[in-house]
T-cell receptor, first 116, second 113 residues
Framework: AQSVSQHNHHVILSEAASLELGCNYS??????LFWYVQYPGQHLQLLLK????DPLVKGIKGFEAEFIKSKFSFNLRKPSVQWSDTAEYFC??????????????WGLGTSLAVNP | GAGVSQSPSNKVTEKGKDVELRCDPI?????LYWYRQSLGQGLEFLIY????????KSGLPSDRFSAERTGGSVSTLTIQRTQQEDSAVYLC???????????FGPGTRLTVL
């Protein structure tokens, strides 16, 4: 079965620290990869996505992620976090099946707290 | 433009009652998804609509759960004879044809007492 694993459940950082959140998926075929973010009291919104092409993708607010196919990974990074980055981060994978369903398979999320 | 809207935002019900949750997708989005977000459980796929048909209902946890979509727009998720384990945030998302980017609504927080 397809699955997504996020290695860090809770991360606490100080402002200006660098961030890397791990995401691994299990599926050998074609995948589209996503990071979504949920700020406190707000709904889920897309942070960045990878469909094809350059495996290093850049998203909003200075975030980037690198798709490494050989490692089945799509780690999220940001060189210098801000207090406003405090949120829940979710990695998701769309794995095409015979029905061409576009449902997303989600990781359990990583709660990031940035201390000012 | 308007995003995905869901109603009600909060619903408290008693065990055994039926509830209906509504989702209004973004205009023109033919694909619609329902997910459930439970505390500490991440997001769980429930059902996917393409237009008014549901090619994938595999995530519905039991026959107490059903969903429909009419006019290729509004969708209703119905939970019959609610149980305490149904307590969660129910999220709706929509996407344009051929796109894998899903746009989420604010969710409905369901509490079953």
């Amino acid at each position: 079965a397809q699955s997504v694993s996020q290695h860090n459940h809770h991360v606490i950082l100080s402002e200006a620290a660098s961030l890397e959140l791990g995401c691994n998926y299990s599926y050998g075929g074609t995948v589209n990869l996503f990071w979504y973010v949920q700020y406190p009291g707000q709904h889920l919104q897309l942070l960045l996505k990878y469909f094809s092409g350059d495996p290093l993708v850049k998203g909003i607010k200075g975030f980037e992620a690198e798709f490494i196919k050989s490692k089945f990974s799509f780690n999220l990074r940001k060189p210098s976090v801000q207090w406003s980055d405090t949120a829940e981060y979710f990695c998701a994978v769309n794995a095409y099946n015979a029905g061409n369903n576009r449902k997303l398979i989600w990781g359990l999320g990583t709660s990031l707290a940035v201390n000012p | 433009g308007a995003g995905v809207s869901q109603s009600p935002s909060n619903k408290v019900t008693e065990k055994g009652k039926d509830v209906e949750l509504r989702c209004d997708p973004i205009s023109g989005h033919t694909a619609l998804y329902w997910y459930r977000q439970s505390l500490g459980q991440g997001l769980e796929f429930l059902i996917y609509f393409q237009g008014n048909s549901a090619p994938d209902k595999s995530g519905l946890p039991s026959d107490r759960f059903s969903a429909e979509r009419t006019g290729g727009s509004v969708s209703t998720l119905t939970i019959q004879r609610t149980q305490q384990e149904d307590s969660a945030v129910y999220l709706c998302a929509s996407s344009v044809p051929g796109s894998d980017t899903q746009y989420f609504g604010p969710g409905t927080r369901l509490t079953v007492l």
